[in-house]
């Protein structure tokens, strides 16, 4: 991780879960941090944490409604105003609604598509366009995407989350294919965890608490610091190095 001391990297919902313990971990690592979520008091907190504890990066909270294309544009000039650009950037900022596909909400849907899939792809563009301003030729972009973008789960309630996760996997290998046509070193990486004990299941079974808590109970999940530890991993690889994808599961999680 030496190389990246004192670059800049864009880790998209970071208040919390996978995207707090990303941040954090890029932050020890000596890297400019902007940490952007629609609410950015949980991202203060772990700035303030973070400058407590001595790491030799920073954290810069950045509200932003990734909904609001209008909002991402503005962070990403905001960004190059401060600091001139963006050189990583970890698209994992992602939600799940209770929506089957033969009974969901429209409105549930496009909030799906909105945060998973058009957030990512403006959110890589972007980040793209910023690296090849600046000559930026090793710069990395990396998709957090989930097991769900492998294989359907059982639950209906997830169906759509699931075509969501899909697009991801589509994408990022879209991504790596117009980056080699592009005759570029920026790369793409998509890494796909199983359950991670985090929130999202609150969040997904937003009513029914009881529920939220039984997919955490019934089997050993992985921890954000895991994901935080495979992203440092994925950008630890010489720059030669392509570290396409990577699936992570508890081994007690089977499918």
């Known amino acids: 991780m030496e190389r990246w ?7 998209t919902g970071a208040s ?3 995207g707090a313990a990303v941040a954090r971990a890029l932050v020890q690592q000596g890297m400019k941090v902007v940490g952007c979520a629609r609410s950015v008091d ?4 772990l700035a303030a944490e973070c400058q407590s504890a001595g790491y030799s990066g920073t954290l810069i909270p950045y509200k932003c409604d990734l909904c609001n294309e209008e909002e991402i544009l503005s962070m990403f000039s905001a960004i190059k105003t401060l600091l001139q650009g963006v050189d990583v950037c970890i698209n994992n900022a992602g939600l799940a609604h209770n929506e089957p596909l033969l009974s969901g909400r429209t409105e549930g849907w496009k909030n799906m598509l909105d945060v998973n899939v058009l957030a990512l792809a403006i959110c890589t563009r972007e980040a793209y366009q910023s690296m090849r301003e600046r000559n930026v030729d090793d710069g990395h972009i990396i998709n957090i995407n989930s097991m769900a973008g492998h294989r359907m789960v059982q639950s209906a309630d997830a169906h ?11 994408l990022t290998e879209g991504l790596r294919r117009e980056l080699r046509e592009a005759k570029t070193h920026i790369r793409a990486t998509c890494i796909s965890p199983g359950i991670v004990e985090t929130e999202f299941a609150f969040r997904h079974h937003n009513s029914d608490p009881e529920k939220a808590a039984s997919v955490y109970e019934s089997i050993k999940c992985l921890k954000a610091e895991d994901i935080a530890n495979a992203i440092t991993y994925v950008l630890s690889a010489p720059p030669h190095v392509q570290i396409g994808d990577v699936q992570m599961r508890s081994v007690e999680q089977v499918s």
Do not use: W
């Open 5 to 11: 001391k004192g670059r800049v990297a864009l880790v």
């Open 16 to 18: 919390v879960g996978i």
């Open 42 to 45: 949980k991202i203060e907190k």
């Open 160 to 170: 759509f989350y699931c075509a969501t996760k899909y697009a991801v996997t589509a």
